[in-house]
């Protein structure tokens, strides 16, 4: 039982490039997100998914973009990347709802990260 | 805009000390709060989820209280140890698919 995996860890772009970075979790959980981190901005959601083939904006959506094809996977995606993209990353995934009779409450399973520079 | 704030930013702490932060959160539509415990250069991981006005959640010597009805929680850590050095973060769910993160209030516990 993996968890939450993202790849890559580690990534150096230059503005203007483009990429993709993968989170999968095998935990069957329904909602996905994605996250940044700044310093002293704490975390920032950018887009987030209730399930497969949905997915809804976050707080910091501009210039990003996801896809959930797949239940297990949630995909984000930098069209044009910009220096102001240069973050740490985080996937999160949630269950809905009840297991045994207790809720989950939406607590969040985070994956390892993801550090991107932009040059 | 709802805000989830915490205090202090940050902490120094004597080994053995005993500590506490605050969050402060949206006293209406209360659905859950958590608390996160994030390591450097790992991901953040939950400590408690509280979700009933009065409860207090314990953890070895980390604990925490919840009060709702005028929107704040604590987190207390008896005894600090240097391994107790992190990030801890609360956070409020503002619905059943989204949850809003506090900046986090950072501990160095001095050996």
């Known amino acids: ?7 890559p860890k580690f990534r150096v772009l230059k503005t203007g490039q483009s990429m993709t970075l993968l989170c999968a979790q095998d935990m069957n959980h329904e909602y996905m997100y994605w996250y940044r981190q700044d ?3 704490g975390l920032r959601l950018i887009h987030y998914s209730v399930g497969e083939g949905t ?19 949630f995909l984000l995606g930098l069209e044009s990347a910009a220096p102001s993209q240069t ?9 809905t709802g009840t297991s045994g009779g207790a809720s989950s409450y939406n607590e969040q399973f985070f994956g390892p990260g993801t550090r991107l520079t932009v040059l | ?51 009933l006005n009065g ?9 925490a209280t919840l009060n709702t009805k005028e929107g704040y929680s604590y987190l207390y850590i008896k005894g600090s140890q240097p391994e107790d050095s992190a990030t801890y973060l609360c ?13 986090g209030t950072s501990l160095s516990v001095i050996p």
């Open chain 1, 1 to 7: 039982n993996a968890g939450v995996t993202q790849t």
């Open chain 1, 39 to 41: 310093p002293g901005m």
């Open chain 1, 55 to 73: 997915t809804a904006k976050g707080e910091v959506p501009d210039g990003y973009n996801v896809s959930r094809l797949k239940k297990q996977n």
């Open chain 1, 87 to 95: 973050s740490v990353y985080f996937c999160a995934s949630s269950s």
């Open chain 2, 1 to 51: 805009i709802l805000n989830v704030e915490q205090s202090p930013q940050s902490l120094h702490v004597q080994e053995g000390d005993s500590t506490n932060f605050t969050c402060s959160f949206p006293s209406s539509n209360f659905y859950a709060l958590h608390w996160y415990r994030w390591e450097t250069a790992k991901s953040p991981e939950a400590l408690f989820v509280m979700t």
């Open chain 2, 55 to 63: 409860d207090e959640k314990k953890k070895g010597r980390i604990s």
């Open chain 2, 91 to 103: 956070a409020f769910p503002t619905s059943y698919d989204k949850v809003i993160f506090g900046p």
